[in-house]
């Protein structure tokens, strides 16, 4: 009986502090957490999209370039990455603005916390897109590509129609993993000042000395996050291969 009275104050405790307003708090970080996610999954779509043609080129310097870029923001931590963008940011900015004297010697100019960190994490998620969608290039039946072009179609229409779609169906389960790891990744914004839900979780378990509470409940978050993603690309991922037969 002790065990289940103590139980039910510890969750009458819980109710009362996130009733005071930190509930509200950490669902805006929810918010802040996504928006940092999906712009960053669509700068990583442009990157990983160019990186992978460059990969899949004949050109020589092209698949230099494309292994380059690959190679530097998988190989790198990505808060290191972070820094970079950010702090770097902040000193090409603020040196800029002293050489055209649009600010004083000591004023300093910083770069906005959410772009230094949406474009950080976007570039590491075009690196893991762009290996993506050249497997997914490389899936397509050539047989395909020579009917079209026997056809007579132009490289563009090739492009939108047998390309783009076969692609995309394959890359879908491989944009599902990179959907996950940018979510994760999301949390090293924090230290530019942006409040996602790290950030958010961080400030509320200061300010009211609950530690275990709020880091808890952050994870917990993250978890319906991850969680509720996995059967959206499921379902997008049958939707794209309605038309094919699925192993038994």
């Not at 690959?70 to 950010?86: C, D, H």
């Not at 702090?87 to 300093?108: E, K, Y």
Request: charged share 15%; aromatic share 12%.
């Amino acid at each position: 009986m002790d065990f289940f009275n103590g139980l039910i104050d510890q969750i009458t405790s819980i109710y009362t502090i996130l009733a005071s307003g930190w509930g509200v708090f950490l669902l805006w970080g929810v918010v802040n957490t996504l928006a940092v996610t999906v712009v960053s999954m669509l700068i990583g779509a442009v990157f990983g999209a160019l990186v992978a043609a460059a990969k899949i080129s004949h050109k020589p310097w092209l698949k230099w370039v494309g292994e380059i870029y690959t190679t530097i923001f998988r190989g790198e931590p990505e808060l290191l990455i972070v820094y970079l963008f950010y702090f770097g940011g902040t000193q090409i900015l603020t040196g800029i603005g002293r050489s055209t004297d649009a600010i004083g010697p000591s004023d300093i100019i910083n770069m906005p916390s959410f772009i230094g960190g949406v474009l950080a994490i976007g570039l590491i998620s075009g690196a893991y897109q762009a290996e993506v969608y050249r497997g997914a290039y490389y899936a397509i039946l050539k047989g395909e590509i020579e009917a079209a072009r026997a056809y007579g179609m132009s490289t563009f229409t090739l492009f939108r129609r047998i390309i783009v779609p076969q692609v995309m169906r394959f890359a879908i389960p491989g944009l599902g993993n990179v959907w996950q790891l940018t979510i994760k990744d999301s949390a090293l914004i924090s230290v530019t000042g942006f409040a996602e839900l790290m950030l958010k979780a961080n400030t509320a378990s200061r300010s009211s000395h609950k530690f275990l509470l709020f880091y808890s409940l952050a994870g917990a978050l993250f978890l319906v996050l991850t969680s509720i993603s996995t059967p959206l690309f499921n379902r997008a991922e049958r939707y794209a291969t309605r038309s094919t037969v699925r192993p038994k």
